[in-house]
């Protein structure tokens, strides 16, 4: 049965995200910790299109594991093709990561008029790009100052001017695409590696660079 199961996942594919609700929690340093290197990575805050996301976007369901072990169960539901809400459950003691789940076979989609499937790439349309705490901070190349002390402040410059150099070749792409060429993604960072503030990435600082 598990390898049926692991034979049929390989015949979809599976993107994962949060709700934006996590945000502000508990859970979102979490996430930031397990998913971005220990807040070394990038949070992007994206919107589906209602259609798409009531098609194929799945809430995951967040259960105790001795519900994973009934196998009698399991092999109802996939002989009853419900193979998507097994692929859509874990543990309860995940259920701070708010997960949602958008599946698709890796074939593509069905066409309107019949079952042939066509190439699919899963939309999104990026609102804000948030570059974490860690981000752009390197411990084995700390700063110095004249009289060898450690500077935090030069560390953090340091870390500011690399924030800018990532973003704005993000900002680079995204605006020569037809995409987002009306409708800029806002950038964020922190205000510090120990702040649980955010400051706004402004567009004039992100254009200077590009000149």
Same mark, same amino acid.
């Given at each position: 049965l598990t390898d049926k199961i692991y034979n049929e996942k390989q015949e979809n594919v599976i993107c994962c995200f949060s709700s934006r609700k996590i945000i502000?929690? +508990?859970? %979102? %340093?979490?996430?930031?910790?397990? +998913?971005?290197?220990?807040s070394k990575g990038i949070r992007i805050d994206f919107s589906i299109d209602k259609e798409l996301e009531d098609t194929y976007v799945k809430k995951v369901e967040y259960k105790p594991k001795k519900q994973f072990n009934n196998g009698a169960q399991l092999k109802r539901e996939l002989d009853n093709n419900k193979l998507e809400s097994i692929m859509?459950?874990?543990?309860?003691?995940?259920t701070y990561e708010k997960e949602h789940r958008a599946i698709f076979h890796k074939d593509g989609i069905p066409l309107k008029e019949g079952k042939k499937l066509e190439p699919f790439f899963f939309p999104i349309n990026i609102e804000a790009?948030?570059?974490g705490r860690g981000c752009g901070f390197f411990p084995d190349t700390?700063? +110095?100052n004249d009289a060898e002390v450690y500077d935090f402040k030069q560390e953090q410059e340091n870390? %500011?001017?690399?924030?800018?150099?990532?973003?704005s070749f993000?900002?680079?792409?995204?605006?020569?695409s037809n995409k987002y060429k009306d409708s800029m993604p806002e950038f964020y960072r922190y205000e510090d590696k120990y702040s649980l503030k955010t400051v706004k990435i402004e567009k004039d600082e992100?254009?200077?660079?590009l000149i």
């Open positions: 502000g929690t +508990y859970g %979102e %340093e979490l996430m930031w910790a397990h +998913y971005a290197n220990s859509c459950r874990k543990s309860k003691a995940w790009i948030t570059f700390k700063p +110095y870390a %500011e001017k690399h924030i800018l150099k990532i973003a993000i900002y680079k792409v995204l605006k020569e992100l254009d200077k660079l």
